[in-house]
């Protein structure tokens, strides 16, 4: 089992940047795909972005051009750099980490460890 903590999280205006940071422990981190996630009020989880183990990346649409995630396997640390931001990006962003090691996916129920969110307010 891996432990996730979010942090980076807060209100910015439309137009704004903000990085989220992912810190975990416990497990072997590079061998899983890590992810970013985001639930806003009355919606279901959806899925923003995933870097793989081997590094490679999948952005949801509505955040392609304006998310980077990124990762330091050193530091066992996820990064999510969000640039423009818009209202409609406004939620809670979970990390999570992949139940299996070396598999890619981006569906949230493949994803078996979370942290517990960092609130992102963007204000119009």
């Known amino acids: 089992q891996v432990q996730l903590v979010e942090s980076g999280g807060g209100l910015v205006q439309a137009g704004g940047s903000l990085r989220l940071t992912c810190a975990a422990s416990g497990r072997t981190f590079s061998s899983y795909t890590m992810g970013w996630f985001r639930q806003a009020p009355g919606k279901e989880r959806e899925f923003v972005a995933y870097i793989s183990y081997g590094g490679s990346t999948n952005y949801a649409n509505s955040v392609k051009g304006r998310f980077t995630i990124s990762r330091d396997n050193a530091k066992m640390t996820v990064y999510l750099q969000m640039n423009s931001l818009k209202p409609e990006d406004t939620a809670v962003y979970y990390c999570?980490?992949?139940?299996?090691?070396?598999?890619?996916?981006?569906?949230?129920?493949?994803?078996?460890?979370w942290g517990q969110g960092t609130q992102v307010t963007v204000s119009s």
């Open positions: 999570a980490a992949d139940q299996f090691r070396y598999r890619v996916s981006s569906q949230v129920d493949d994803f078996g460890s």
